[in-house]
C-alpha cells in the first residue's frame, strides 16, 4: 500500500505517518517544514520507503507539478490522507482578519481540492484507492469564532459525500473523518504561538490523541473493499453540546 499523506508534520499527519509505517505502507509525505521531514523520514525510513515532499499546499502549480512528477515507486498511490489544515484566530467574524479568512480557505478547501485533483483520476482509472478527508465536529456544530474554519470543514464534509456520488461505479473510496478537539500543534498556530492560550485549550479536560485519530483512519481504510465508510465523527468523553445560545435583554 502506498499512501500520501498532508500535514504530515505534526499532529494527526505524523501520527498517521508512523501507525501506517509500522503496517508496512510505503509513504509520500507532504509538509511546509523540511526539518520535521527529514526527522521522520529518518525515524520511519528504517521501516518502510519514504519519499518527503517540501511542499506548500497552497501552491497550485507546485502541487501539480511535485504530484505529477511523484518518484516512480510512489506513484501508485492506494491513500490519500487530506490531513493537511490550520484555524486561525478566535475573533469574532466582524473582528476578525481578512488574511486569516483567506488562509485558511486557501489551506482547507483549495489545497485539498488540488491534492484531490492531482490524484483522484489515477485512482479512478486503476478502479482502485481511498480518499481520507479531514473534517472537523465544527463543520456541524458551529462555535464562537469558528467562523470560516466551520465553513471550510463543512464543505469537506458534503464534498465527500458527492465525490462518492460521482464515483459510484467505481471501486474508489471516500471518507469524511470528523474529530472533536485532539491535542496537536492546532491551537499553537491557531493563536499565533501564545502558548497560554493553546496550552488553555487543553488544560484540565482529556482531549483525543493523534493517534486515536489515526487508528481510526488505518481502520478505515482496512476495511472490506466492498465497503464504504462516509464520514465518521469522533469526540472526547470530556465534550459534547451546548444548548443553542440565547441572547436576553430587557426590551
Ligand atoms: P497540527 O498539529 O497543527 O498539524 C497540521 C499539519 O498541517 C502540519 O503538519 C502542517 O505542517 C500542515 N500544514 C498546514 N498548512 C499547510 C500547507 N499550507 N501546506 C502543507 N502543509 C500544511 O494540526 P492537527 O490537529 O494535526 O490537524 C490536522 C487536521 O485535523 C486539520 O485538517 C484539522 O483541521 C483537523 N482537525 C483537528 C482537530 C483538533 O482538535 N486538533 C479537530 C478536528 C479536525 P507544516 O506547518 O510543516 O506545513
Redesign the pocket.
Known sequence: MTVLI??????????CARRFALHGARLVL????AH??DTLAHELGKLVPIHTLE????NRSAVQQELAELPAEFATLDVLVN?????LGLEPAQRSDLDDWVATV???IM?LLYCTHAILPGMVARNKGHIIN?????GSYPYPGGHV?CGT?AFVHQFSLAMRADLLGTKVHVTSI????????????RFKGNAARAAAVYADTE??T?DD?ADVIHWCVTRPAHANINSIELMPVDQAFNPLAVHRARI
Not at 6 to 15: D, E, L, S, V
Not at 134 to 138: E, F, I, K, T
Not at 179 to 188: C, I, R, W
Request: charged share 20%; hydrophobic share 40%.
Open positions: 498532508t500535514g504530515a508534520t505534526a499532529g494527526i499527519g505524523a501520527a507532504v509538509g511546509r517544514r520535521r521531514l511542499l506548500d499546499i497552497r490531513n493537511a489544515g490550520i484555524a486557501e489551506t482547507n489545497g479531514l473534517g472537523s465536529v465544527a474554519y470543514k470528523e474529530p472533536g478537539k485532539v491535542q496537536s500543534e492546532l491551537a499553537q498556530v482531549p483525543m493523534p485519530i
